[in-house]
C-alpha cells in the first residue's frame, strides 16, 4: 500500500501549476506575508498595465475631429460607457476628472491581465525548455504562473489602491474634521451622553465597512479567476494521460480540445464581467466616499 503522504502525478502536477516564481523558492504558505516577491505576477501585471497606458496614449495620439477610424471609434465607445456610469455615481464633476480615466484604466488593465488566463498552460513551459532558458541558473523559469489576477497579492493591492481613494476623497469632500467625525457618529446618530456611548461601536462599524469593501473587491476578482485557472489545469490533464494511439488515450485527446474550448469560450464572458464589476465597484465605492451617512 503506498503511503499516506504519497502525492499523485495529477496532484503534483496542479500543485507545480500553482507555486510562483519568487525570491523565496516556495509557495506562499500564508496570506501576508512581505518577505515573498512573486515575479511573475510583478512581471506580467506590469506588462499588461504597460500596454494599457501605450492603447490609451495611441488612442488619443489618432483621434481626428473627421470621420473617425473603427480604432477611434471603439475607444471613444469604452469613454463614453465609462463616463456615463461615472456621471450617474459621482456627482462631482471635479472628481470625475480623475476617476472616469482611472476607473477606464483598470477596466482594460484588468481584461488584459484576464486575458492572459486563455493561454495554454504549459505554453511557456514548453517554450523555455525547447530554447532552454534558465537551464543555467537551475532552470530558475521552470516555476511561473502567468496570470496576475490569480495570485491574491495583485487584485488585493489594487483593493488596497481603491481604499486609498475612499479615503482621499473622504477627506477632500468633507475636510479632515468632518471625515473624522463621521466615524465616529455614523451610522448610529446621537447627541450628549448617547452618542459618547455610542462612539466606540460607530468607529468599530466603519472599520469593518472598509475593511469588508476591500477584502470583497479583492477577492472577488482573485476567486473567479484562480477558478477559472485551475478548471484550465484539470482539463488539461485530459491530455497528460496520453499513453499512445489507443481509444482511450484519443477519447481523452478529443475531451481536452472540446472542454478546453468550450471552458475558454465561456471564460472570455468572466474576463469580462470581472473586469466590468472591479471598475463598477471601484466607481461606487469613491461615490460614496463623497456622500454622508
Known amino acids: 500500500m503506498a503511503a499516506a503522504h504519497d502525492i499523485s502525478p495529477?496532484?503534483?502536477?496542479?500543485?507545480?501549476?500553482?507555486?510562483?516564481?519568487?525570491?523565496?523558492?516556495?509557495?506562499?504558505?500564508?496570506?501576508?506575508?512581505?518577505?515573498?516577491?512573486?515575479?511573475?505576477s510583478m512581471f506580467w501585471s506590469v506588462l499588461m498595465g504597460l500596454i494599457t497606458v501605450y492603447f490609451m496614449w495611441r488612442a488619443a495620439k489618432t483621434v481626428t475631429t473627421g470621420v473617425p477610424g473603427r480604432f477611434q471609434v471603439a475607444v471613444e465607445m469604452l469613454v463614453d460607457m465609462v463616463e456615463e456610469q461615472a456621471k450617474s455615481i459621482i456627482p462631482n464633476e471635479v472628481s470625475r476628472r480623475f476617476v472616469s480615466p482611472l476607473a477606464l484604466t483598470v477596466f482594460l488593465w484588468i481584461i488584459l491581465m484576464n486575458t492572459l488566463d486563455l493561454i495554454p498552460i504549459d505554453f511557456l513551459a514548453t517554450i523555455f525548455r525547447v530554447t532552454g532558458l534558465g537551464a543555467e541558473q537551475g532552470d530558475v523559469l521552470y516555476y511561473h504562473r502567468i496570470l496576475p489576477t490569480a495570485d491574491l497579492n495583485v487584485p488585493i493591492g489594487m483593493a488596497l489602491g481603491v481604499l486609498l481613494l475612499m479615503f482621499y476623497y473622504g477627506i477632500k469632500i468633507k475636510n479632515p474634521i468632518g471625515f473624522v467625525k463621521e466615524l465616529f457618529t455614523a451610522p448610529f446618530h446621537a447627541h450628549g451622553l448617547a452618542g459618547l456611548v455610542l462612539a466606540p461601536f460607530n468607529f468599530l462599524l466603519n472599520?469593518?465597512?472598509?475593511?469588508?469593501?476591500?477584502?470583497?473587491?479583492?477577492?472577488?476578482?482573485?476567486?473567479?479567476?484562480?477558478?477559472g485557472e485551475l478548471i484550465f489545469m484539470l482539463i488539461a490533464l485530459l491530455g497528460g494521460a496520453w499513453t499512445g494511439f489507443n481509444g482511450a488515450s484519443i477519447g481523452l485527446g478529443i475531451g481536452q480540445i472540446l472542454a478546453g474550448s468550450v471552458w475558454a469560450i465561456f471564460h472570455i464572458l468572466i474576463v469580462l464581467l470581472q473586469a466590468f464589476i472591479f471598475m463598477m465597484l471601484t466607481l461606487v465605492y469613491v461615490g460614496q466616499a463623497h456622500d454622508g451617512h
Request: hydrophobic residues 40%; proline residues 0%; aromatic residues 14%.
Open 207 to 227: 472599520c469593518i465597512e472598509y475593511a469588508a469593501k476591500t477584502v470583497s473587491l479583492g477577492m472577488r476578482l482573485f476567486g473567479n479567476m484562480f477558478a
Open 10 to 40: 495529477q496532484s503534483e502536477y496542479i500543485q507545480h501549476h500553482l507555486v510562483h516564481l519568487n525570491n523565496i523558492g516556495e509557495k506562499q504558505s500564508v496570506i501576508a506575508d512581505f518577505s515573498f516577491i512573486n515575479y511573475d
